[in-house]
């Protein structure tokens, strides 16, 4: 069974300081409820279709797969929910654990999340000083939720 273990966080972009080697991600949703999503995403050249499960704490089901662009390129024009969420993701790492970083462009510009995977929901991390607050459980921050509520119109 695949099973995604990950916190997010808001962060202070100000105490993160420069950001290196950037990663576009466009990714839109073919359906979502309150049991699955079902997303594709674009990063750099190649295209995913990625089911996940409804979270339980901080964990879930996350199955993911390796589509062709093209194909992908057209499901986010054709089948996926608008608008598309737009982002680039940079990757940090910090006291043995990866953060990704995620910068928001379009309908959630302004927004930036931090995420950390983990191997337990119980493991201990170190939080960088860049951390203000965490988001883990407030579903606001989901990107499935994202595109429907985009950050945009929170204000």
Not at 29 to 52: C, E, F, H, Q
Request: hydrophobic share 35%.
């Amino acid at each position: 069974m695949a099973v995604e273990i990950e916190r997010k966080y808001l962060i202070d972009l100000e105490k993160l300081g420069t950001l290196k080697n950037a990663n576009r991600i466009k990714q839109g949703y073919i359906t979502t409820n309150k049991d699955a999503v079902v997303r594709v995403r674009v990063k750099k050249d190649k295209g995913y279709l990625t089911i996940k499960s409804s979270n339980i704490g901080a964990s879930r089901l996350e199955f993911e797969y390796e589509i062709p662009l093209d194909e992908a390129n057209e499901m986010l024009d054709k089948l996926c929910q608008k608008p598309i969420i737009d982002k680039n993701r940079y990757i940090v790492d910090f006291a043995n654990h990866v953060w990704e970083i995620d910068i928001f462009y379009g309908d959630n510009e302004g927004l930036v999340i931090a995420e950390v995977e983990l191997e337990d929901e119980n493991e201990h991390i170190e939080l960088p000083l860049w951390i203000k607050e965490e988001v883990t459980g407030d579903i606001k921050y989901y990107n499935s939720n994202l595109m429907s509520y985009p950050y945009n119109k929170w204000k």
